[in-house]
């Protein structure tokens, strides 16, 4: 059986970087995130914030298996901003992360080369002030079970070391657990063996 991949890169929070090259001005911002909603929001906020930049370019990254991705020169030749910016996400090896390079005009016209340097550059120090952590998936799910069931549940629970994130023990018995994502089918094959519990997924965090 293939093995499961739970574990990525990203950065732990918000950072910043800057380059400068003949009077125009990148500016770099990076983010953490998890969704497509949460970077539109980011743009919005930095549109607003930087109105008077000529170009907002950016890059981002999304998933554990990086298949979701995306790059914008937003207006600057093609290849020359979002691909460069797009390259540093890929060469720090991180996932779930914006970066935003913002360039303010100083006039000089920098050529091809000299833009995906600025650009490249920009997102690079961006990266480099962040603190890039390891996160590890983790399913949740819930088990429903009636009290005769508890002390072998409770067992198991603690047998293997399982954070629980709820519990409900009122007319019938509930808890809601997070297992990491590689051992999940191997610590529920054992839930699976008590008669009257239902498993049922709920989320991937």
Do not use: W
Request: a negative charge.
């Amino acid at each position: 059986m293939a093995e499961i991949v739970d574990e990525y890169l990203t950065i732990s929070k918000p950072s910043e970087g800057l380059f400068k090259d003949r009077g125009s001005k990148f500016l770099a911002f990076a983010f953490p995130v998890s969704s497509e909603e949460e970077i539109k929001v980011i743009q919005e906020k930095l549109r607003s914030d930087y109105h008077d930049a000529r170009h907002h370019c950016f890059a981002y990254m999304l998933g554990i298996d990086k298949d979701v991705y995306r790059a914008n020169d937003d207006g600057e030749p093609s290849s020359t901003a979002g691909k460069p910016i797009l390259g540093q996400i890929r060469s720090f090896d991180l996932t779930n992360i914006l970066i935003v390079v913002i360039r303010y005009f100083g006039g000089t016209k920098l050529g091809v080369g000299g833009l995906i340097n600025a650009y490249k550059t920009a997102a690079e120090e961006a990266l480099k002030n962040a603190k890039i952590i390891k996160k590890t998936l983790h399913d949740i799910y819930e088990l429903k079970f009636d009290y005769p069931e508890m002390n072998e549940v409770m067992r198991i629970l603690k047998e293997e070391q399982i954070e629980q994130v709820d519990q409900n023990f009122e007319l019938s018995c509930s808890i809601t657990l997070s297992l990491r994502k590689a051992d999940a089918e191997k610590v529920l094959s054992k839930f699976d063996r008590i008669e009257n519990l239902k498993i049922d997924f709920m989320e991937t965090r």
